[in-house]
């Protein structure tokens, strides 16, 4: 199971940190993507850390902006999200996947329920 929390209400130019707390699995044997889908819009790919490693890699449209992390010890990832932009706005998504590259939604088996992130101009 994947909890994903820390959205909210930000004005542009804020910063949020999600969290996706991992249970009945290890964030650290996986590759654990975010992604964020906008109303009416498809689900797309953000960002993805790989297990057992810091591997990373970034949606060209975060890259510089946000951040993935994860913290073993309490099996969560993290979205570092700075310089927020209305455009942002979205509901995140976290998930998992076997895969060692995944940046599509169908290599992601296991997902979280989600957390809104808006952003006013």
């Known amino acids: 199971q994947l909890q994903a929390s820390g959205g909210g209400l930000v004005q542009a130019g804020g910063s949020l940190r999600l969290s996706c707390v991992a249970s009945g699995v290890t964030v650290n044997d996986y590759t654990m993507g975010w992604f964020r889908q906008a109303p009416g819009k498809e689900r797309e790919f953000v960002a993805y850390i790989r297990g057992s490693g810091s591997t990373t890699y970034y949606a060209d449209s975060v890259k510089g902006q946000f951040t993935i992390s994860r913290d073993n010890a309490k099996n969560t990832v993290y979205l570092q999200m700075n310089n927020l932009k209305p455009e942002d706005t979205a509901v995140y998504y976290c998930?998992?996947?076997?895969?060692?590259?995944?940046?599509?939604?169908?290599?992601?088996?296991?997902w979280g329920q989600g957390t809104q992130v808006t952003v006013s101009s």
């Open positions: 998930a998992t996947s076997r895969a060692p590259i995944a940046v599509v939604r169908a290599s992601y088996a296991y």
